[in-house]
């Protein structure tokens, strides 16, 4: 089931808990997991680390944290989601890393217009 929802994902927010060793672990073996499923060697995704509001419980550094993110080349972003920090931003910054990511792959065909009509030619419309 996870495999069916990676394959048809365009973008993923990888968020483990900054009090978790267990979950940062986690969010490691599903980025690998899904650049093996998206048979890639990058794909749009943001690294989150939540519970920014529990800094002295803190395990998981924002050095290693930021260390893992461009080892892997994604965004590192923290959030809390008690106190909405950071919250619509992580997924704002998702969005347009997979806009970005889609005109990468498949840019814009060149445009040709010239700015005048060419002679015998009218206007099409398609429905």
């Known amino acids: ?5 990676m394959r048809s994902g365009e973008g ?14 986690e969010v490691q073996k599903f980025h690998t997991q899904i650049l093996r ?15 920014a509001d529990l800094e002295q419980q803190r395990v998981i ?12 080349r994604i ?13 619509d931003e992580v997924f704002m910054e998702l969005v347009q890393i997979i806009r970005k990511f889609q005109e990468m792959e498949s840019p814009p065909p060149p445009a040709h217009h010239t700015g005048k009509q060419e002679s015998g030619g009218c206007p099409c419309v398609l429905f």
């Open 37 to 51: 499923v998206k048979d890639r060697d990058d794909f749009p995704m943001v690294l989150v680390g939540n519970k």
């Open 1 to 5: 089931m996870r495999e069916q929802y």
């Open 75 to 87: 965004h590192y972003m923290e959030a809390s989601a008690k106190n909405r920090y950071n919250v």
């Open 12 to 25: 993923f927010l990888l968020v483990f808990a900054l009090n978790d060793r267990g979950s940062y672990h």
């Open 61 to 72: 550094s924002r050095e290693d944290a930021q260390a893992f993110a461009r080892e892997n």
